[in-house]
């Protein structure tokens, strides 16, 4: 069971680390919602990719370099009510390992509105309209 601490401030709530969660969305029948931390930084770089895993549900790829050895990638839903949901690419430096950049590949499922066509992904490079394909 993963630990995550909760914060609220001025009514707002935020999840704290790359959490996931039983909170449900519109579509998504109590199923676990994965949350990136808002300390981690947003990632940059990658390339990405949607498909169909049954009517509902997605797969989201993001394939690239991280900053060095010790980062942990984190590609989850923002932590915002709005429909359809957005996702975002993040990550955090454990503080040990090369500086060189390292090739990663995180994959992360989510429930999605039947007949969604494209999904977006944020970075630090901006927001991206992922295409979601036929499985």
Request: hydrophobic fraction near 30%; aromatic fraction near 8%.
């Amino acid at each position: 069971m993963r630990a995550y601490i909760i914060v609220a401030l001025s009514g707002v709530l935020s999840v704290v680390g790359c959490t996931t969660s039983k909170t449900a969305g519109p579509n998504e029948d109590r199923a676990s919602v994965k949350h990136c931390d808002d300390s981690w930084e947003f990632g940059r770089g990658a390339k990405y990719s949607a498909r169909w895993v049954t009517e509902t549900r997605i797969v989201i790829i993001a394939e690239g370099d991280k900053p060095g050895s010790a980062y942990d990638v984190c590609l989850g839903e923002q932590n915002i009510e709005i429909f359809p949901p957005r996702y975002e690419l993040r990550w955090k430096s454990r503080g040990t390992g090369t500086a060189q950049q390292t090739p990663f590949t995180v994959q992360e499922q989510f429930n999605v509105a039947r007949g969604q066509k494209s999904v977006s992904v944020k970075d630090r490079d901006g927001d991206h309209q992922v295409p979601i394909k036929d499985r």
